[in-house]
């Protein structure tokens, strides 16, 4: 009789860890979802098309001087640009449209190269 309640009491227990454990892993993932949201890469909505940064900068000077647009408002870091001409890190950007599906803005007296992504989201 005494085996039985032992082997009940460490099912049960068992049971309350494997439980515990899954509430853990549900909190983990809200929180990872939270971080990611919090850590988006720089972007921008540009014809319709998201560009995102590829953390790489044009050494070459560009040929031609006049922008072929300007970045004019922003949305907060944490969220994804859903109006044309918008960023999540600034306005006031002129633009240029770059080599195969890039596009390259004027951040500081420096030509940042931003692409296209074949996914939906970052």
């Known amino acids: 009789m005494e085996g039985r309640l032992l082997v009940g ?7 309350v ?3 515990g454990c899954g ?3 549900g909190n983990g993932e809200a929180k990872e979802e939270a971080a ?4 988006r890469i720089p972007m921008v909505l540009v014809d319709g098309q998201i560009y995102y940064d ?6 070459e000077p560009r040929q031609c001087g006049l922008m072929d647009g300007t970045i004019t408002s922003a ?3 944490e969220e994804i640009p859903t109006e044309e001409d918008q960023s999540n890190f600034g306005a006031g950007y002129g633009y240029q449209f770059g ?4 596009l390259e803005l004027l951040i500081d007296e420096k030509w940042i190269i931003f692409e ?4 939906a989201e970052p």
Do not use: P
């Open 9 to 15: 009491g460490w099912m049960i227990g068992l049971m």
């Open 17 to 19: 860890v494997m439980a």
């Open 23 to 25: 509430i853990n892993q």
């Open 36 to 39: 990611a949201q919090r850590d």
């Open 54 to 59: 590829t953390g790489k900068e044009r050494k």
């Open 75 to 77: 949305v907060s870091q």
């Open 99 to 102: 080599f195969e599906g890039t």
């Open 116 to 119: 296209r992504r074949e996914e």
